[in-house]
């Protein structure tokens, strides 16, 4: 459904940060972006929905295609109009607007109040936290009440794929299981593609379908989720996980050549 | 105490005119972080416009006001398209230097089309009078606070009821989250001028119905500066009630202080002096956005 192919990032004309990404994402999937700062990862979301062109970043070769459609060039407002959604880093609530407020700015561009109104119900169905708090104003909500808002605001929008990035910033892990866990059910009962952009590999990959590594603003390995999970280099470098009980041995002292050869 | 009761109801409807320039300012700031220094110009050419349609035109006053406001309207989307909007993402300090540039040009364009002569209609608002046991309220304080008035309330619904209103507020909160619920930013911004342009020239026919109109109309702006930093820089609420605050003071101030200094000019210093004090003490004025900070 959507096909990044070799896209090129450079920011005000001169920092090159994203260096020939390709990614498909099917209908209905979860894929994961990993990878450590800096890699690239939400230069990557923002050149899909387009909000690189408010931050003065340009799609300087490669072309991005949303079922069939060349979408890159266009400005984010037109994106989301196509039936991306993003959720940005960092709980982006409207701080001054009360959660019914919130989510009614994510159905924005829909007609249909019916729809909508049976949508913010679907929404308070998978967060029913925020169904009590439906009038407070939305600065005041917890850590993990302001992650649900944003990812239920994305959902009001009705996207065909949904942008996520680092929804376990910052929360709690029991917290994180709780978010990752709605995620899931999101896409598996509204079919709705998932582009999970993540530092959190054991979270995204519990979930994802496939995953991707980014360093250096290229993709250096992907595969299968549950693939990747077992791959010993990801284990170390991602989840901060050695093989538990075997004899150190070669692999500590191998540990810098095979960082390297990744990034080379 | 009848004659401070006076002063305060004609000061109270003062106030209320004050507020509605004000919030035209609050909007555009709030909207697209713009600040416009030209919102006092906004007043003049309302004035202007209120005689040539009270008097050029013979028009009765909600025909004025009619017409005045979908002049305005037309006036506002001409100035965002022409001078604001090449200027997004520009640095702040371009774009104040563009809305003075705009002052000047509206100052210079009223002075072309109406000349540089007083202009009054003083007596073709129509009259009304309304009496609170000793005290009556003039009949241009009567209108002045009737279509304030409503101008008000009907900007509170319009914001709190409406798509629009709602995209509004939103855009002046996080910019990027607007956009990516597909809201043009453009749209917003242009809207936000419409309504500063609308309501600066409904405050300029409203004064000018009192004081007849001149140049020097366009000093309301700073009245509503004074009006906006006094309830805090993004509050319409603040702006309502500063601006009545303003007005009633300065109308106390000319009743009680202008006799007892020769020259009289005390009365428009005054508010502006409480305005400092108030600074002093809070620097975000009395309503100004409190930053949610979580603990």
């Given at each position: 459904m959507l096909q990044i192919n070799n896209i090129e990032v450079v920011y005000m004309k001169?920092?090159?940060?994203?260096r020939g990404v390709s990614l498909n994402v099917s209908r209905g999937k979860i894929i994961a972006l990993l990878g450590a700062n800096g890699a690239g990862k939400t230069t990557t979301l923002k050149a899909i929905s387009g909000l690189l062109k408010t931050e003065e970043g340009e799609i300087t070769d490669g072309s991005i295609y949303l079922a069939g459609e060349r979408?890159?060039?266009?400005g984010p407002e037109d994106i989301a109009g196509m039936g991306i959604s993003q959720v940005m880093e960092?709980?982006?609530?409207?701080?001054?607007?009360?959660v019914e407020e919130n989510l009614m700015v994510g159905a924005y561009?829909?007609?249909?109040r019916a729809g909508v109104k049976k949508d913010m119900d679907m929404v308070f169905d998978y967060f029913p936290g925020l169904k009590r708090l439906?009038?407070?104003?939305?600065?005041?909500?917890s850590g993990g009440e302001q992650q649900m808002l944003v990812i239920g605001r994305a959902l009001m929008g009705r996207p065909k794929l949904m942008l996520l990035d680092e929804?376990?910033?910052?929360?709690?892990p029991l917290m994180v299981q709780e978010i990752y866990g709605i995620i899931k059910g999101i896409n598996s009962e509204q079919k709705m593609a998932i582009l999970l952009v993540e530092q959190n590999a054991r979270a995204a990959l519990g979930i994802a379908d496939t995953g991707h590594i980014m360093e250096n603003g290229k993709i250096v390995m992907g595969g299968p989720a549950e693939e990747l999970r077992d791959n010993d280099d990801i284990r170390e470098?991602?989840?901060?996980?050695?093989?538990?009980?075997?004899?150190?041995?070669?692999r500590d002292i191998k540990h810098y050549r095979r960082r390297k050869r990744w990034i080379a | 105490m009848t004659y401070f009761l006076q002063l305060v109801v004609t000061g109270f409807s003062l106030g209320i005119v004050y507020a509605l320039v004000a919030i035209g300012f609050v909007i555009i700031l709030k909207c697209s972080e713009v600040f416009n220094i030209a919102q006092g110009h906004f007043v003049l050419i309302g004035g202007y416009l209120g005689y040539t349609f009270l008097v050029?035109?013979?028009?009765p006053i909600w025909a004025c006001l009619l017409m005045a406001m979908a002049t305005a309207a037309v006036m506002g989307l001409l100035i965002e398209r022409l001078t604001l909007r090449p200027l997004v993402g520009q640095p702040v300090l371009a774009v104040i230097m563009m809305t003075i540039a705009l002052a000047s040009i509206l100052e210079g364009l009223a002075t072309l089309i109406w000349g540089g002569e007083y202009k009054t209609y003083h007596g073709l608002l129509p009259t009304l009078s309304l009496h609170i046991g000793e005290i009556s309220v003039p009949s241009e304080s009567l209108i002045g606070l009737i279509v304030s008035g409503a101008a008000v309330t009907i900007l509170m619904l319009f914001f709190h009821y409406t798509k629009i209103g709602l995209a509004m507020r939103a855009t002046a909160e996080d910019l990027q989250v607007v956009q990516s619920a597909g809201i043009k930013a453009t749209r917003v911004y242009a809207l936000s001028w419409v309504i500063a342009s609308v309501v600066g020239v409904i405050g300029g026919i409203l004064l000018g119905g009192v004081s007849g109109v001149m140049?020097?109309?366009?000093?309301v702006g700073i009245k509503a500066f004074a009006v906006v930093l006094l309830g805090g820089l993004e509050s319409i609420g603040g702006a309502i009630v500063a601006g009545i605050i303003l007005g009633i003071l300065e109308n106390v101030a000319a009743g009680y202080l202008d006799p007892l200094l020769?020259?009289?000019?005390?009365a428009n210093v005054f508010p502006f002096i409480v305005m400092i004090v108030v600074l002093i003490f809070k620097p975000h004025g009395l309503f100004g956005q409190v930053r949610i900070e979580r603990i």
């Open positions: 001169v920092i090159e940060v994203l979408i890159d060039g266009y960092g709980r982006r609530v409207l701080e001054h607007l009360t561009l829909r007609k249909d439906r009038r407070q104003t939305s600065g005041y909500l929804p376990s910033l910052g929360l709690a470098f991602y989840m901060g996980l050695s093989t538990v009980g075997s004899r150190k041995s070669y | 050029a035109f013979h028009l140049i020097p109309l366009a000093n020769p020259g009289g000019g005390l």
